[in-house]
């Protein structure tokens, strides 16, 4: 099925910066999602959008929902050395969790450095 | 408290062999699914499941199995007709509000 394009691969940080990762799709997506999943874990999810526009915060993580609906950003504020993980995004154009077009970026491998 | 659960953690078996991953929730949830993980790849859909005695085919469903005879358990199984099926698989399950992942299995065959 079809994939995200999720940006970039990996980055290697300075504890205490600040991250930028991105998603973008060709389809309109009507959710996007975002999880983070530590080493030999499975994803655990960080923040849920549902509307064009929509900023939400969690803690140190800032994402939004882009206007055109197919690409959503997450920023990480201050990063501290238990960020490190691989960060995915996910979207979906059904309204509907139960079907399946839940898609996956390849996601973002985050090392802060202390 | 609710939750996803895969065992075991870690599965080692020779090549030929079928094995069997286990899956367990009890959020009540509808739908079920199995993803594979490999380095660099993202998830891949295996094989999913939108209630009791149905299931349908991911993007990867060759040389795999499942069944969903319980709304609580959905277990996979890796044939010997899986011509690479060392990985890191993960079950997961939903209703409304996104998916819940279990904490993976990583299967190694040798």
């Known amino acids: 099925g079809q994939q995200l394009n999720q940006s970039p691969q990996s980055m290697f940080i300075q504890e205490g910066e600040d991250v930028s990762m991105n998603c973008t799709s060709s389809?309109?997506?009507?959710?996007w999602l975002w999880y983070k999943q530590d080493p030999g874990e499975g994803p655990v999810l960080l923040i849920a959008?549902?509307?064009?526009?929509e900023l939400t915060s969690n803690g140190r993580l800032t994402a939004q929902f882009g206007i055109t609906r197919k690409d959503s950003f997450l920023n990480i504020s201050a990063s501290i050395p238990s960020d490190v993980g691989i960060y995915f995004c996910?979207?979906?154009?059904?309204?509907?969790?139960?079907?399946?077009?839940?898609?996956f970026g390849a996601g973002t491998r985050l090392t802060v450095k202390p | 408290d609710g939750g996803i659960t895969q065992s075991p953690k870690y599965l080692f078996r020779k090549e030929g062999q079928n094995v069997t991953l286990s899956c367990e929730q009890n959020?009540?949830?509808?739908?079920m699914y199995w993803y594979r993980q490999d380095p660099g790849q993202g998830l891949r859909l295996i094989y999913y499941?939108?209630?009791?005695?149905?299931?349908q085919k991911g993007d990867i469903a060759e040389g795999y199995s499942v069944s969903r005879e319980k709304k609580e358990s959905f277990p996979l199984t890796v044939t010997s007709a899986q011509k690479n099926p060392t990985a890191f698989y993960l079950c997961?399950?939903?209703?409304?509000?996104?998916?819940?992942f279990g904490s993976g299995t990583r299967l190694t065959v040798v």
């Open positions: 997961a399950s939903s209703i409304t509000t996104g998916y819940t």
């Open positions: 389809s309109i997506f009507n959710t």
């Open positions: 959008l549902y509307k064009a526009g």
């Open positions: 996910a979207g979906q154009e059904g309204l509907n969790y139960n079907n399946n077009d839940m898609r």
């Open positions: 959020l009540n949830h509808d739908a």
């Open positions: 499941s939108q209630i009791v005695n149905d299931f």
